[in-house]
């Protein structure tokens, strides 16, 4: 099998589960916006998501990968059910602890996050989905261990439609407040039942051993800080714009965020094949010249869907959505790129690992998270919420321009020229967009599609080697 297809192979394969699960939500969202025709509420629903993604990484605290890692260290089935067993209970133990810090202090939470004492009830649900979202992680783990494709793209459709079997009939009685959370709760719960009967033969308190802890800890801790940064990049703007606009502008961020994540689609399948491939392919004599060329390839697939969005943005959102929910189109190219940008990074940050020097990938991380922190301070009070999608962009950006910096000096990376022609397009299109065409369609369009043609003549070679090969 050539390289290309094991590529290609093994992002369809693996990363279809993932994309099923994020490409319901995306389809019912015009729906959703109709039946919650307040901003605001839309608004406290992202906060809740924000709340549980920061404590699901300090409950799970990066013990899935740590268990993932040391399953394959042996094949004896002894000794897997003891890492599983071991896993999960630290990261049920954990998990509890972060939920009982919530609960008993939920009133000091709900004005803290929600600005205001009578959300408690929604504090309530955002600790439970922790509990159960962060302990529902490894007892799915096996599943995946095991390779078993078709239950895990079962379960990858059957959570969402789940969810919004509840949360409709919810939101239509007016329940606008605790409705996605509640079905939330409810689909996390009923997955996280079935993974247990399935898998319930990897666990058992009798297989726990604690010296296990101190090899799971080891690889667990230094990504844990990882997760935290992805955080902040991810939910940070979220709680910096409810706290200095309101909670209705952070509604309407959600609503641009939830649509530029249809580039989510495109990280996910990305992701859910790379690693395997990456690693299989690190000793082979052109690794260095072949991770460059599909950094470029990559580039030019994300640059161009990214020009694409921002010169449609607005027409889409006003076939989709009403009212308020319309003003989302602002930020929502910006929010577009950015998982793109993130799957870029991960491209190049990958030959951090292949020669163990994985700091590099925190440093570079951390510094483009303070970026983005303090741009959110300096534009969201200028220019609103869009402040806060640029803050999010550049931050990514300023991490991918280090991390690309530090490996062409170490001689893991070459860019040529094509790369900087892209990057320079992207810039001027997204500043003529930005400063004269936001408004318009027919224009904008016209220049994202010669820009389009641009980069096709660019890679024509390589597109003609791609047609031969096929």
């Not at 954990?94 to 810090?101: A, E, G, H, P, T």
């Not at 001689?411 to 936001?438: D, T």
């Amino acid at each position: 099998m050539s390289r290309f297809k094991l590529f290609l192979e093994n992002i369809l394969v693996y990363g279809l589960g993932g994309v099923i699960s994020k490409a319901v939500p995306l389809l019912m969202l015009p729906i959703i916006t109709r039946l919650m025709p307040d901003t605001f509420y839309f608004g406290l629903n992202d906060i809740s998501t924000t709340i549980v993604s920061f404590g699901s990484a300090i409950a799970v605290m990066g013990m899935y990968d740590a268990m993932f890692r040391l399953f394959f260290d042996s094949e004896d089935e002894a000794y897997r059910k003891t890492i599983c067993s071991t896993t999960l209970a630290f990261t049920m133990g954990l998990s509890i602890l972060v939920f009982c810090i919530l609960i008993i202090f939920r009133e000091t939470w709900a004005q803290i996050f929600f600005s205001d004492r009578k959300y408690t009830n929604l504090l309530v649900l955002s600790a439970m989905s922790i509990l159960i979202g962060a302990t529902n992680s490894i007892v799915s783990a096996p599943t995946r261990m095991r390779n078993q494709r078709k239950v895990f793209l079962v379960t990858n459709t059957l959570s969402p439609i789940i969810s919004y079997a509840i949360s409709i009939p919810l939101l239509v009685k007016g329940m606008y407040v605790i409705a996605l959370p509640l079905a939330a709760v409810v689909s996390a719960l009923t997955i996280e039942i079935i993974f247990a009967i399935l898998n319930h033969s990897w666990f058992s308190i009798k297989r726990v051993n604690f010296s296990y802890l101190r090899p799971l800890l080891a690889i667990a801790i230094p990504l844990f800080p990882n997760f935290l940064v992805y955080w902040v990049f991810n939910s940070c703007d979220r709680l910096m714009i409810s706290q200095m606009l309101g909670m209705d502008y952070n509604g309407i961020y959600a609503i641009g965020g939830k649509v530029g994540q249809v580039s989510q689609l495109i990280y996910t399948a990305f992701a859910g094949g790379w690693q395997f491939f990456a690693f299989s392919t690190m000793k082979d004599k052109d690794q260095v010249d072949m991770t460059s060329h599909i950094f470029e390839y990559l580039a030019a697939i994300a640059f161009g869907a990214g020009i694409l969005m921002a010169a449609c943005s607005k027409t889409i959102f006003r076939i989709l959505f009403t009212g308020d929910y319309v003003q989302g189109y602002t930020v929502a190219p910006y929010l577009f790129l950015a998982p793109l940008m993130l799957m870029l990074f991960q491209v190049i940050v990958n030959q951090f690992i292949v020669i163990k020097k994985t700091w590099y990938n925190l440093l570079a991380l951390v510094i483009g998270a303070l970026v983005n922190v303090v741009l959110n301070y300096i534009l969201i009070p200028l220019i609103g919420i869009e402040g806060a999608a640029i803050g999010t962009l550049v931050g990514y950006i300023v991490s991918i321009v280090i991390t690309a910096t530090i490996l062409i000096r170490m001689g893991l990376l070459r860019i040529s020229y094509k790369f900087y022609v892209l990057s320079f397009s992207l810039l001027a299109y997204f500043l003529l967009w930005r400063f004269a065409m936001r408004d318009l369609l027919l224009i904008p369009l016209a220049i994202a599609i010669f820009i389009l043609v641009e980069y096709c003549f660019l890679f024509r070679k390589d597109i003609k080697q791609l047609i031969k090969n096929k």
